[in-house]
Each structure stands twice: as structure tokens, then as C-alpha cells.
């Protein structure tokens, strides 16, 4: 006999939207369900799973590549799936948000991938999940447009012209709560987000020439990946999709994964595409992982990690080259700048840094890299069209040259900077800045001339947390105290009240905001992820 279907999904605390129902419908919700009974208790099981190995990572103060997967490692014959040919040519992407505009914007930036994103650079207010996906279904369909209160009006240029859309969903530990099951348990927001678009988008992105194509978030381990790799096969068959049609490239923005390259491309073989070395993300792991390891583990100021220092060298070469022995596309990291109209001088630094980031990656064997404003397109199509030329990408470039140890990962103690007071104002003024944004349902803001997202945030507070349970001592004398930390907040939080004015100071969420930044950074027991809080205030 067999099992029976799973109930409906009911949506809970969410005031109706305009064209709710078109993303909304029965079939939808009951595919939603489906997913969320066959994969939600699994997920749950590998939550569990990492809280245990951070307690391993408490009691050794280490990490290693797994013994029980070696074989995999050791094996020069398996290869990813070849890329689809929307796929081939990454040299450049565009990350942002699913509002209206940036839709439009990324799609016509000239980036040959807009990472669609869910996730970091998304407030999963109901409105911005429910309207990231009309968004999406809008611009296949070729109705979308959107005129800016100023008069000036945004719509889609030609489709040979626009870029591949890379969607990346909410990670694994992230829920919806808007949409329940019949026992009251919230729906993966991961789910969501991919049920969502792959129910809708599919077929016509198969008519288009492409595919549903995923960046997975926040994977801390092979394990995660076959997950995923089972929700793209039951995804499949379920709707009558030819199985490897979705494509994913794993974001490798945790140290425990970073532990795990090959076996998350093994796990995801005939649906893999590449991997994508992150910076923010990255770092914040370390911090969350080795909290408690002691002096060597400790962070200096985030500006001052740059993608040079050699713990990280480590990690961005070994990805070029597991990547490559694999047949698997090396995307870089992000490029965040955000240029200013009044500021020629400011643009000038800031492009030739963007120019020495990006020269670097396209020099280590990259085949593509992000960027978040689509004035920096150029900038870094020119690093990687300087080494490409006419290739689509380098994969050719196997880097039998790197040999990355285990310790090579973590040898944070390498570096030569120390955290400094400045170091601490800035956490301290980026946090409460993005968080308050955060609260008020944007998710990718524009901070002294820097896209940041949630990440950003991560980094922040978690330094400050970090600092303040070592007992820093600043290059000024001052340490890291919680009552220091709480001084230098109220400084901050007076300097923002003068340069926003009563008005718009007492219209946003600033207080909220100055409030959730020190409990995640002062609390005793460390919070896993910030927006875990966030979410509970947003609207």
C-alpha cells in the first residue's frame, strides 16, 4: 500500500500579495510538500550532524581530510558532468537581489552569469521571497520593466544579450515560516526557494536553451551535497524533467567544507558545475569553528585578510586545482565595490585594486569571478579576457603545481596583523548599518562605498565576539571588553542619529538594529548565524 500524499502546505502570518497566486498554485504547494516530507527529516539529521562536529573541532582545535573518503581523492578518473553550453563561459558574474531592478539591471549588465540570489543579499520578508520568484517567471517571459520614482524607466534588452541565471536558494539551516505543514513544522527556506523556481522555470528555461541552474549556499560538508543531489533527482522525475538537466555550483564559504572539495563534486557528479571561493562567508566559519582554539585562531581586522594571506592562498589554489582535475569550473571571489558618481579619485583606487584582485584570480587558473556593480563588468572581464583570450574558460590549467597540507587551512596564526580599535569601530558601524537594512527587507546594502550583504554582517560581529572572549588588547591600549564593545555602539548609534536626522532616525530600525548587534556579539553562548534572530523581527 502505498504511503499517503503529504497534506498541504498552509501559509501562515503573511498578508496576501498581489499575483501571490501565480507562484502559489495547488500543483506548486504540492510539489513543496513533497520535497518537505521526503528531505526535511534528512536535513534535519545533518543540522545535528554539524553541531556535533564543532564540538569535535572544540575538543581538537583542528581539522583534516576525511580518511573514510580518500578513495574518492585518490581517484584520477572521475569527472563532473560537462558544463551545458550556457554554462561553458563564466569569465564574469553579477550578484544581487531579485527586486524588479536589479532583475532587469543584472540581466542586462553584460556578465555572462547573474547569480540570482535568495540567500545573502536577500531579507526573506514574504514579499521578497514570493516577489524574487515573480521576478524571475516575468523576465522569461519577457513582461518585465520597472520605471524608478525619478521617471527613469529599466527593461530587458535582446535574449542573445542577456546573462545566465544562477539561482541560489536560502541555505540548509534557514526555514520559511510562512509556509507550514499539517504539523506545524516551517518548510526549508532552501526548499522553497528551489521547489519554487525549478516548478515554475524549468520547461521554459529547456525552451530557452538552458536550464535551472543553482548555487548552493553554506555547505559544511559531502554529505550536504548528496542531499541536494537527491532533491535534484526526485525534482526531476517527479516532473519529467531529463535527468542532469539542473546544474550547481557549491559555494565553498565554510572551513569544514573547504576539507571536502572533492567529495561535494563527487556527491554531485552528474549535476555539478564548479565551485566558488568566498571570502566573508569563509572567514566567519573559521571564527564560529575555532572559537575556543585559543590565540592562534584569532582574526585580525577583516580588511586586513586579504585573498593573499597564505591560509587563504591555500584554500583558493586548492579549489583551482581540485576543481580542474575534476572538469569542474573555479569561480573567484566577490569584487564589492561600489563606485561613486562624486568621486573620480576614490573610483580610480578602488578600480586598480578590483584590476590586481581580479588579474590574480584569472593568473591562478580561475575561470571566472564575481563582481556586485555592473560598472565593474569591464574591469573584470579585461583580467580574465587577457588570459582566456577566446577560451571559455581554463580548465586546461590542471595546477599540478599546488600541494595544500591540512594545517596549510588553518594556519591562521601565519598572519601578521592584529586586531586594532579601528578595526573594532568599523564591526561595529558595518553591523549595526546592514543589520538595520536587514530589518527593513534589504538584504544587499551599500556601505562606504562596499556592497555588503549578510555575510558581511557574520564577519563583523563574530570579530567582535572573538576579540572580546580573547581579551584583545588594542594598539591604543584599550581591550576588548563587552562594556568597551557596548561604548563604542552607543558612539556609533549617536554619529548615525546626526547624519540621518530625527525624522528618518525614529522612521528606521536603528535601535532594533544597535540592540540584535550586541546580543550576537557580546552573548556568552556564541549564536550560529545572526540571521537566525533577524529572522524573528523581520515583517
Same mark, same amino acid.
Given at each position: ?60 582545535? $583542528? ?34 537581489? $531579485? ?61 542573445? /544579450?542577456?546573462?545566465?541565471?544562477? $539561482? ?172 561613486? !558618481? ?138 576588548? /571588553? ?14 548615525? !542619529? ?28 556564541? /549564536?550560529?548565524?545572526? $540571521? ?8
Amino acid at each position: 500500500m502505498s504511503a499517503p500524499a503529504p497534506s498541504p502546505l498552509a501559509i501562515v502570518d503573511a498578508k496576501p500579495l498581489e499575483r501571490q497566486g501565480e507562484v502559489l498554485t495547488d500543483p506548486a504547494l504540492a510539489f513543496l510538500a513533497e520535497l518537505h516530507h521526503r528531505f526535511t527529516p534528512r536535513r534535519d539529521e545533518l543540522l545535528a550532524r554539524r553541531a556535533e562536529r564543532r564540538a569535535e573541532i572544540a575538543r581538537t582545535s $583542528t581539522l583534516d581530510f576525511l580518511p573514510e573518503t580518500a578513495h574518492i581523492r585518490d581517484d584520477p578518473d572521475w569527472r563532473v558532468a560537462p558544463a551545458p553550453p550556457a554554462l561553458e563561459d563564466r569569465r564574469v558574474e553579477i550578484t544581487g537581489p $531579485t527586486d524588479r531592478k536589479m532583475t532587469i539591471n543584472a540581466l542586462n549588465s553584460g556578465a555572462k552569469v547573474w547569480l540570482a540570489d535568495f540567500e545573502d543579499a536577500s531579507a526573506p520578508t514574504w514579499a521578497n521571497v514570493i516577489g524574487g520568484q515573480l521576478n524571475l517567471i516575468d523576465a522569461y517571459e519577457r513582461r518585465i520593466d520597472f520605471t524608478s520614482p525619478e521617471g527613469k524607466s529599466y527593461a530587458l534588452r535582446p535574449d542573445d /544579450t542577456l546573462a545566465t541565471v544562477v $539561482t541560489r536558494p536560502r541555505g540548509w539551516h534557514l526555514d520559511e515560516r510562512h509556509l507550514r505543514a499539517a504539523d506545524g513544522r516551517p518548510v526549508p527556506g532552501a526548499l522553497v526557494d528551489f521547489g519554487l523556481y525549478f516548478f515554475h522555470n524549468a520547461r521554459r528555461l529547456l525552451a530557452r536553451g538552458q536550464g535551472p541552474y543553482f548555487y548552493l549556499s553554506k555547505t559544511e560538508s559531502h554529505l550536504e551535497a548528496r542531499l541536494w543531489n537527491d532533491v535534484f533527482i526526485f525534482a526531476q522525475d517527479h516532473l519529467g524533467i531529463p535527468q542532469g538537466t539542473i546544474r550547481a555550483t557549491v559555494l565553498i564559504e565554510t572551513i569544514t567544507a573547504a576539507y571536502e572539495m572533492d567529495e561535494i563534486l563527487y556527491e554531485l557528479r552528474d549535476h555539478a558545475s564548479g565551485l566558488n571561493a568566498g571570502r566573508w562567508d569563509y572567514l566567519f566559519s573559521i571564527v564560529k569553528n575555532f572559537r575556543d582554539g585559543g590565540p592562534g585562531f584569532v582574526l585580525p581586522d577583516r580588511n586586513a585578510v586579504t585573498m593573499t594571506a597564505p591560509f587563504m592562498r591555500a584554500y583558493t589554489e586548492l579549489l583551482v586545482r581540485t576543481c580542474h582535475k575534476r572538469g569542474a569550473h573555479a569561480i573567484g571571489g566577490m569584487a564589492a565595490f561600489i563606485p561613486s !558618481r562624486r568621486d573620480p579619485e576614490v573610483n580610480a583606487v578602488a578600480f586598480d585594486k578590483v584590476k590586481a584582485d581580479k588579474d590574480r584570480e584569472a593568473g591562478d587558473g580561475f575561470d571566472g569571478s564575481w563582481v556586485a556593480h555592473p560598472d565593474l563588468v569591464p574591469v573584470a572581464r579585461a583580467s580574465f579576457d587577457a588570459v582566456l583570450g577566446d577560451r571559455p574558460h581554463q580548465k586546461d590549467r590542471l595546477r599540478e603545481d599546488v600541494h595544500v597540507t591540512a594545517a596549510e587551512l588553518i594556519d591562521i596564526a601565519s598572519l601578521d596583523a592584529t586586531p586594532t580599535h579601528q578595526g573594532l569601530r568599523n564591526a561595529v558601524q558595518v553591523g549595526i548599518r546592514y543589520i538595520e537594512a536587514w530589518l527593513r527587507g534589504l538584504g544587499a546594502v551599500a556601505i562606504f562605498n562596499l556592497m555588503e550583504d549578510a555575510a558581511t554582517a557574520e564577519i563583523s560581529r563574530s570579530q567582535i565576539w572573538q576579540w572580546v572572549n580573547a581579551g584583545i588588547v588594542f594598539e591604543n591600549g584599550e581591550k576588548a /571588553t563587552a562594556d568597551r564593545v557596548r561604548k563604542v555602539a552607543a558612539e556609533e548609534l549617536t554619529a548615525i !542619529r546626526e547624519e540621518v536626522g530625527e525624522v528618518a532616525f525614529a522612521a528606521g530600525r536603528w535601535s532594533q538594529a544597535h540592540d540584535l548587534l550586541l546580543k550576537v556579539a557580546l552573548d556568552e553562548n556564541y /549564536t550560529e548565524f545572526l $540571521t537566525l534572530p533577524a529572522y524573528e523581527l523581520l515583517d
